[in-house]
């Protein structure tokens, strides 16, 4: 079956400008997780959906990032005036509820670049 | 802050010998993940070892885990050129998330 997707698969943006990131989980998977990855770095949380509860939000950098998710599947996270440190790549993964503590499935990411 | 401290940072070796990579990590944890990541991309799920579990295998890799040390490690028996990659552990505990790592970059030389 068909595996997290994400797009775009690289971004080019200005200083300032602002980007969303969109991530399709896998059908079914209910918790969903968005991270960065520095270059040459390991995985940094950012944020976490479970179904219908209030996400854990508690490793966005700051105010700028933002995540949603619609209708339980579709997620975009957005950062707003972006800032060269934000460039990384940004990745994605999904699991099922009850095997989000076993694995997590990955997408390929979007390698983000912030001139 | 990083749970994860992998060492080493870089390994190169020939094919046909043997890579072993190291995690070590700060508090309690109930299972412990190791990860492949090719060309900076998305990561595949390796093994799962639980926290009562002191060894693991499956195929040519094999895990052992001791909570004592906090710490694992990855071995690769008779690795090959397509097992360049970089590897991650990534422990899952209280906090109801994965924490990852560093990584250790592998390459492998035919």
């Known amino acids: 079956g068909a595996g997290v997707s994400q797009s775009p698969s690289n971004k080019v943006t200005e200083k300032g400008k602002d980007v969303e990131l969109r991530c399709d989980p896998i059908?079914?998977?209910?918790?969903l997780y968005w991270y960065r990855q520095s270059l040459g770095q390991g995985l940094e949380f950012l944020i976490y959906f479970q179904g219908n509860s209030a996400p854990d939000k508690s490793g966005l950098p700051s105010d700028r990032f933002s995540a949603e998710r619609t209708g339980g599947s579709v997620s975009t996270l957005t950062i707003q005036r972006t800032q060269q440190e934000d460039s990384a790549v940004y990745l994605c993964?999904?699991?099922?509820?009850?095997?989000?503590?076993?694995?997590?499935?990955f997408g390929p990411g979007t390698r983000l670049t912030v001139l | 802050s990083q749970q994860g401290e992998e060492d080493p940072q870089a390994l190169s070796i020939q094919e046909g010998e043997n890579a072993t990579m190291n995690c070590s990590y700060k508090t309690s944890i109930n299972n412990l993940q190791w990860y492949r990541q090719n060309s900076g991309r998305g990561l595949v799920h390796l093994i799962l070892?639980?926290?009562?579990?002191r060894e693991k295998h499956s195929g040519r890799l094999r895990v052992t885990l001791d909570t004592s040390k906090k710490s694992s490690s990855l071995l690769i028996t008779a690795s090959r050129a397509a097992d360049t990659a970089s590897y991650f552990c990534?422990?899952?505990?209280?906090?109801?998330?994965?924490?990852f790592g560093q990584g250790t970059t592998l390459q492998v030389k035919p």
């Open positions: 059908s079914g998977h209910t918790a």
């Open positions: 993964a999904s699991s099922p509820r009850d095997r989000a503590r076993h694995e997590q499935f």
């Open positions: 070892i639980r926290s009562n579990e």
């Open positions: 990534a422990t899952w505990g209280n906090t109801g998330k994965l924490i």
